[in-house]
């Protein structure tokens, strides 16, 4: 087995070199169709490690009504006793709204003081466990809060969680289509390339079988030769889009990470490289084994 396998190597080694102009347009299909794979994965996976990351910081802030009695601040404290759904809260003064916004927005501070009292409301800032975004105790929270009395109103950012996991699902759809379209297409490059290098050698073949050679070295050069094909173009990929993620990163988004305090991107784990290159070689084989199958019926 082991020397057949030498052999197919061998042989679909010279067969590649030989037809390197053909070999090298099935290859780069190979590597467009992967490339555009692993940039959606590459996506969506720091696009999830957003949502992740802002679902465990996720915020509720209760803003109260100006006439709140001590006694509905205190139901209401009740009702964010830390448990399932609540890590913690802190309670916003009136002057402290007020320092946080001069603070924050320095230029519209002399807009604020001409307005003679401060507009901003008391609030609470919840601090929500992580895990519970978009999950209904956090709505039953919220609505108990809308009707509590000494309660205006009450804001969570469910919303943009809902909206931000929406488009990764979108992405990641898109990524599947376009890239099982473009694999299905490289793998019939590579079916036609190697039906071309079994033509070119078809007498060879021929006296091969007359002689009793085991199909494993008719055969198994070509689809090996297919799967050669696939792991380097595979492999191209991987590489090129490394290349343009780090230039990308150092340059763009790394700056913009910080800007707006988003996780640090990340490059695909070394699993997910792995399985990007083993899968450009599954569909070099099936494309070697198609153009084999053809070319002997």
Known sequence: MMQALQYALEE????????????????????LALFVLGAFLLVTANLRRVSDDWSRAAEMSI????????QERTAIEQMLAPGEVVAGFDYISKADALARFKQTFSELSSSIEGLGENPLPASYEVHLRGGQGGSSPIDSLGERLRTA????????????????????GVVRAIGLVLGTLLTIAAALTVANVVRLALYARRDELEIMQLVGAPQVYVRGPFVMEGVLQGGIGALAAVVVLAVAFFALRG?????????LNLPVVQFLSVQMCVLLVLGGMVVGCLGGLVAARLTQS
């Open 12 to 31: 679909a080694a010279r067969s590649l070199w030989r037809g390197r102009q053909s070999g090298l347009l099935s290859t780069a299909t190979i590597a």
């Open 149 to 168: 009395a000494g309660v205006a109103d009450v804001r969570y950012d469910r919303q943009w969680l809902d909206r931000l996991l929406s488009a990764i």
């Open 251 to 259: 340059r763009y988004l790394m700056p913009l990470s910080s800007a």
């Open 63 to 70: 803003y109260l009504k100006d006439d709140i009695s001590p």
